[in-house]
C-alpha cells in the first residue's frame, strides 16, 4: 500500500527552474515529516529539504535559498520548488519520510525517483 511517485524532473539550463511532485501513499504521510533526497551520480543518496507536519522547514547547505520544499497534506503530495538550478544539482530526485522515521521504523521502500538534469 505504499506509494512513492516523483515526477517533474527533465533538462533544464543552468539558472534555470523546476518543480517535483511526489504522490505518496496515506501511509507515508502519516508520518510526521517528509524529506526530499537526490543521488548524483557515483555518490551516495543525501536529504536536501526536509518538512514538518505543521510546516517547518530546513535544507542542507547547497540548496538552502534556491529550493523550497511544501506537501499539501490533503492531496498526499510533496513538491520541490527549485530554482537557479546549477549543474551540481544533477541527480535523481527521491521523496521519503525523513531519516528519523526511516531509521526508527526499519523503513527501506523506495520510489523510481525522477531525473534532474542541469545542462547548457
Known amino acids: 500500500q505504499v506509494q512513492l511517485v516523483e515526477s517533474g524532473g527533465g533538462l533544464v539550463q543552468p539558472g534555470g527552474s523546476l518543480r517535483l511532485s511526489c504522490a505518496a501513499s496515506g501511509s507515508i504521510f502519516s508520518i510526521n515529516a517528509m524529506g526530499w533526497y537526490r543521488q548524483a551520480p557515483g555518490k551516495e543518496r543525501e536529504l536536501v529539504a526536509h518538512?514538518?507536519?505543521?510546516?517547518?522547514?530546513s535544507y542542507t547547505y547547497s540548496v538552502r535559498g534556491r529550493f523550497t520544499i511544501s506537501r499539501d497534506n490533503a492531496k498526499n503530495t510533496l513538491y520541490l520548488q527549485m530554482n537557479t538550478l546549477k549543474p551540481e544539482d544533477t541527480a535523481v530526485y527521491y521523496c521519503?519520510?525523513?531519516?528519523?522515521?526511516?531509521?526508527?521504523?526499519?523503513?527501506?521502500?523506495w520510489g523510481n525517483g525522477t531525473l534532474v538534469t542541469v545542462s547548457s
Open positions: 518538512i514538518t507536519t505543521t510546516g517547518s522547514t
Open positions: 521519503n519520510a525523513d531519516p528519523g522515521v526511516l531509521r526508527y521504523y526499519g523503513m527501506d521502500y
